[in-house]
């Protein structure tokens, strides 16, 4: 498959508090030429800080518990759980969770799931996604409302940046991350605006009070 970063491989930052799982999960990561092993953590505390200093474009996490102690949007994250309630489910993917999968789900799976995560897509297993229908409602609107996520405070950052005229590069300067992780960034607040352009993504966020004039 194509790399999606113009030649750079895809960086994964694994997190699982299992050494066992930790191991297998790395070796998923170091099975793909697309994708680089960043970094790996057992530690809640370190996770956030290997994101930040790797510039990880991906988590891959083993447990939900590891995903709520990530800065929201510092990353996509894939996540590896047996919840699968709705209610969880949701709030996970207003957090940050942009994948969500049985922790059984085979290599296949988890490669797939990272590319979607990587590509700002939203991925659920069958059953979480038959929850979130039971208790949303089938139709489109009543879903897309369940996954929603809000504009993060990194992205209002990405975003005033963009309002002060600066590049991909210039961004990923200033806020010490990859451009990888600001192109992603970017990507995410158009489609949170329901912007075309970063033109039009700054308009609406001035409209909105998200960017001081």
Do not use: W
Request: hydrophobic share 45%.
């Amino acid at each position: 498959m194509t790399k999606r970063n113009g030649g750079g491989s895809i960086r994964v930052v694994v997190a699982a508090t299992s050494a066992v799982r930790r191991t297998g999960l790395e070796a998923i990561v170091r099975s793909q030429p697309d994708f680089q092993l960043a970094a790996s953590t057992g530690t809640i505390a370190h996770l956030s800080t290997s994101v930040a200093r790797t510039g990880a474009d991906v988590v891959l996490a083993d447990a939900d518990s590891l995903a709520r102690h990530l800065e929201p949007a510092l990353s996509a994250i894939v996540l590896l759980t047996d919840a699968v309630d709705a209610r969880v489910i949701s709030r996970l993917l207003k957090t940050g969770v942009r994948a969500v999968l049985p922790r059984e789900s085979d290599a296949d799976e988890i490669v797939a799931a990272i590319y979607a995560a990587y590509g700002g897509q939203v991925l659920l297993s069958a059953e979480a996604a038959e929850n979130l229908a039971a208790v949303y409602g089938d139709s489109e609107a009543e879903l897309d409302d369940a996954l929603v996520e809000e504009i993060t405070p990194r992205e209002i950052e990405v975003l005033r940046l963009l309002a002060g005229g600066l590049l991909n590069k210039d961004i990923a300067s200033r806020l010490n991350i990859s451009d990888h992780t600001v192109k992603f960034h970017v990507s995410s607040i158009l489609e949170k605006l329901g912007a075309a352009t970063r033109t039009e993504a700054v308009t609406i966020g001035i409209r909105r009070g998200l960017i001081p004039i």
